[in-house]
């Protein structure tokens, strides 16, 4: 069962999922992934020597993606000012990649002229809020692009331990306002009394943005960590802010995030959170690591805005709500995927289940028994494994799911860069 779209339903079948595929065991005997506590005992020593390699890296990184780069997208770099918040009092510049499909040179800067019209999906990418870049989520965001005709927008956020929690969740909320904003200002029916002001997207995407096809907000590890968490957010700032016209979120993509914290577990899920335990000593993400980032993070596992399950109206109840009703606002379709060896695997699968079964959201899984946490991430030989290139087909195909289009995989070309 290396790949499986049918939810385990009962502990057995759960712990069945960390049993190692072939594929990843042969993997790890030629490239052996290190355990968290190797890095050292100091989680911020440990953190900004990862930083340092990851830093020294970059720019061949980046220049092999540029190269990479097919004609028929088009990708261009904003700065966004992010403002000083409750959350975070400084503010800040990050860094948001933009692709969309290549336009008719004609139509530069005279907005849509042939009728088109392209759905916008936002991808986090992932790091344990320490590390990563946009860049990190470049060669899906092309393939959404050429697939499904898409905007596709990649943000940065602010990492840890320099920047530490909550800043990757308010610079992820802020962004994805001012996205919205601008989507309303860029779309063919814009009314002309709202402000024209565009904060990220470029002016040249006037008239062919239509969020009625698609608001898709998500990302990997991290990234869907923040973006389940910022998506209740987002909804309830809509909501108390009607006059802003700001679109709903038509779905998420929540690849391999968390969403639970051991505290606030449900009663009726205690017995299928199995994963905390059963694969603390799997890599890449085994329990030393995963404590080593959330140290540096500072994350707050008591915080609402860290642990997306526990946003309940509520927040002084003694224990973890039992209605999970609440969760249907915000929540029209959700693409989830899994790894059977994660040690967050169950937070997931819990969250699938409760929105599928309670809450009768429409959900899609993609489950990779037997690999571990985001391993299409990892460099070198494991980006070549058939079952990372199968993930990316996958991939745009839920997420052409989530835009209720239907996808030949024969047609998805799926490369290394």
């Not at 092309?142 to 331990?161: D, E, K, M």
Request: proline letters at 9%; glycine letters at 6%.
């Amino acid at each position: 069962m290396p790949h499986t779209r049918q939810p385990p339903l009962d502990p057995a079948s759960i712990l069945a999922t960390a049993t190692s595929d072939p594929e990843w065991l042969a993997t790890l005997s030629q490239s052996p992934l290190p355990r968290g506590f190797e890095y050292g005992s100091d989680p911020i020593e440990a953190i900004t020597m990862m930083k340092q390699v990851v830093k020294a890296t970059y720019p061949q990184r980046r220049a092999a993606v540029s190269a990479s780069k097919p004609a028929d997208v088009t990708e261009a770099e904003v700065i966004v000012p992010i403002p000083a918040t409750k959350l975070v009092p400084t503010p800040a510049k990050n860094r948001v990649i933009i692709c969309h499909p290549t336009l008719p040179s004609s139509e530069d800067r005279t907005g849509n002229t042939n009728g088109a019209s392209w759905p916008v999906i936002l991808l986090f990418h992932g790091g344990g809020h320490c590390l990563g870049y946009p860049e990190m989520e470049l060669p899906l965001a092309r393939l959404l692009v050429q697939t499904h005709q898409a905007v596709v927008i990649l943000p940065s956020y602010r990492l840890a331990p320099e920047h530490s929690f909550p800043a990757t969740f308010n610079d992820g909320f802020e962004t994805l306002k001012q996205i919205a904003h601008d989507t309303v200002n860029l779309s063919a029916n814009a009314s002309p009394s709202l402000p024209s002001t565009l904060n990220v997207l470029p002016q040249a995407l006037t008239g062919y943005i239509d969020v009625n096809k698609g608001f898709i907000l998500g990302g990997t590890s991290a990234g869907s960590t923040i973006s389940a968490s910022i998506s209740h957010l987002y909804n309830n700032h809509r909501t108390t802010n009607p006059h802003l016209h700001l679109p709903p979120l038509t779905a998420l993509f929540l690849s391999c995030g968390t969403c639970l914290s051991p505290r606030c577990v449900p009663s009726t899920y205690t017995p299928y959170y199995l994963s905390y335990e059963q694969n603390k000593d799997c890599p890449p993400l085994d329990r030393s690591f995963h404590n080593m980032l959330r140290a540096a993070s500072k994350a707050d596992l008591t915080s609402p805005i860290m642990v997306s399950l526990d946003q309940q109206p509520d927040l002084n109840r003694p224990s973890p709500a039992t209605d999970h009703t609440w969760l249907k606002d915000g929540h029209v379709k959700v693409y989830f995927q899994a790894c059977g060896q994660d040690i967050s695997r169950d937070d997931t699968l819990i969250y699938e289940r409760m929105l599928r079964e309670e809450v009768g959201v429409e959900t899609r899984l993609d489950l990779y028994a037997g690999f571990g946490h985001c391993f299409w991430a990892i460099p070198r030989i494991y980006a070549e494994m058939e079952m990372t290139k199968a993930r990316t087909r996958h991939s745009v195909e839920g997420i052409g799911w989530l835009l209720r289009r239907e996808v030949d995989s024969q047609d998805t070309e799926v490369g290394s860069n």
